[in-house]
């Protein structure tokens, strides 16, 4: 039985990845067989558990393939060789602590709120970091929540490099949800669970990116549910960021959910052309390139939402004048540039943004166009005027005329109303976030 043993061990490891194979499977040995069961030999209860639900499916049915019947599996717990007097059984020493149980920050050095560009669609978020950092904020936690590439990894740093700056005994983390749950996993697996609470609960400030991957998985969410309540009671910092509100992550259990809305919302959403702009210019001036404003406004003006991917193609340009030192005009990013990006653009038009929206609120268009004034035509209406003067080019004269020829005045007033609404409901703001990514990602190739 012992060569069928191996035989399955062998065909299994062509199945997994090996990082996988030498984590889980090769510290299992087989201490005993039969005709028809076998009894491996495991570390510790986490490895069975783990084998359990993740392998065994697999392993039966390759003992299976290779026997020809149904083998039964038992586990037995390795112990220490001292306490089996006369018996020779394999010693694994207790390990070293690891390198990921020891305290570092985790920061991003380059992050800091002195080249973070603060506007209308990050104002809230920046004032609300600021004020963790600078110990004057009266909410715990903070949960920023926006799309990829916005800057909520950049704000979490700027918390925690702030804080060591002033203070380089502070004991502050940053981390993304999944390290965590790596982290948490390796612990049990090394029977480490003490050192991984002694880490997490003894901080200052606890930083956490990507919280919304934490959905779903049963065990970290109880781990981190006991580490929140622990670092919150004693008053401690904690700060989040995700891509969606915390009743929109999947399998967030309502427990978590309650303590993440027991503190301060602030959105970022997309950076308006303004902004964008600034940005480039900022990130130029860091890079010590000379970018002009034509050039940075031929960037901005293709409707990219993602800070991060404007960072890419300043970096193309960077490549190119290096050997010149030549200042990067309009041209030159037309030239470097143009192959990426106008085969990317996207048109969008006023008639596709109403009718999205429409479709998006359950009105007709025709009603977006009316003189109705109720509140479910009325909130939609403004919504569109308000993605109008953030998607298009067109003029608040233009925009107003086509929506049922409505004055100027009307859109400018429809785009402080969304903006304000957007500020105080952090639902609907979800909401109209999850718009204009459908809008943007559904335009017209042109």
Not at 168 to 191: P, Y
Not at 385 to 413: C, F, K, N, P, Q
Request: net charge positive; with cysteine; aromatic share 8%.
């Amino acid at each position: 039985m012992k060569e069928v043993f191996d035989q399955a061990l062998t065909q299994l490891k062509k199945q997994l990845e090996p990082w996988e194979f030498q984590r889980w499977i090769k510290p299992v040995k087989l201490q005993s067989s039969s005709e028809d069961s076998l009894t491996i030999q495991v570390p510790n209860i986490f490895f069975k558990t783990w084998i359990n639900e993740n392998y065994f499916s697999d392993f039966k049915r390759i003992l299976f393939d290779l026997s020809g019947r149904e083998i039964k599996i038992n586990y037995s717990q390795r112990q220490d060789a001292r306490d089996i007097p006369g018996q020779r059984v394999e010693v694994i020493p207790e390990p070293e602590p690891r390198e990921s149980l020891k305290l570092e920050s985790g920061l991003n050095k380059k992050y800091t709120f002195s080249n973070f560009v603060v506007g209308g669609s990050n104002q809230l978020a920046h004032a609300a970091s600021l004020a963790i950092a600078k110990g004057t904020a009266s909410y715990n936690p903070l949960f920023i929540y926006g799309g990829t590439g916005l800057g909520k990894t950049h704000l979490l740093c700027a918390i925690g490099n702030m804080l060591l700056n002033q203070d380089k005994n502070h004991r502050v983390v940053f981390l993304s949800s999944e390290k965590f749950t790596n982290e948490l996993i390796e612990a049990m697996r090394m029977e480490q669970m003490n050192q991984f609470r002694q880490k997490y609960r003894n901080i200052d400030t606890l930083l956490i990116d990507d919280i919304h991957f934490i959905g779903g998985n049963e065990k970290s969410q109880e781990e981190f549910f006991y580490t929140f309540n622990a670092l919150y009671e004693t008053d401690k910092q904690l700060a989040f960021t995700s891509d969606k509100i915390p009743k929109q992550i999947p399998d967030l259990e309502k427990r978590l959910r309650s303590r993440f809305e027991g503190g301060l919302f602030a959105d970022i959403s997309p950076p308006d052309q303004e902004i964008k702009v600034a940005i480039l210019h900022k990130k130029a001036e860091e890079a010590k390139m000379k970018l002009s404003r034509e050039a940075a406004l031929y960037i901005a003006s293709h409707n990219e939402s993602s800070i991060r991917i404007l960072e890419g193609q300043l970096a193309r340009l960077k490549a190119y004048p290096t050997m010149t030192k030549a200042p990067i005009t309009l041209e030159l990013a037309q030239k470097i540039l143009g192959q990426f990006i106008e085969s990317e653009k996207k048109q969008i038009t006023l008639d596709h943004i109403l009718r999205l929206t429409a479709g998006f609120f359950n009105v007709k268009i025709s009603e977006l166009k009316s003189d109705k004034k109720h509140q479910a035509i009325t909130i939609p209406r403004q919504a569109a005027m308000y993605l109008a003067r953030r998607l298009t080019s067109l003029s608040t004269v233009e925009i107003g005329r086509r929506v049922g020829g409505r004055d100027h005045s009307t859109v400018i007033h429809a785009d402080k109303k969304i903006k304000n609404r957007i500020k105080k409901d952090k639902d609907f703001g979800q909401l109209l976030y999850e718009l204009e990514q459908a809008i943007r990602s559904s335009g017209t190739k042109i």
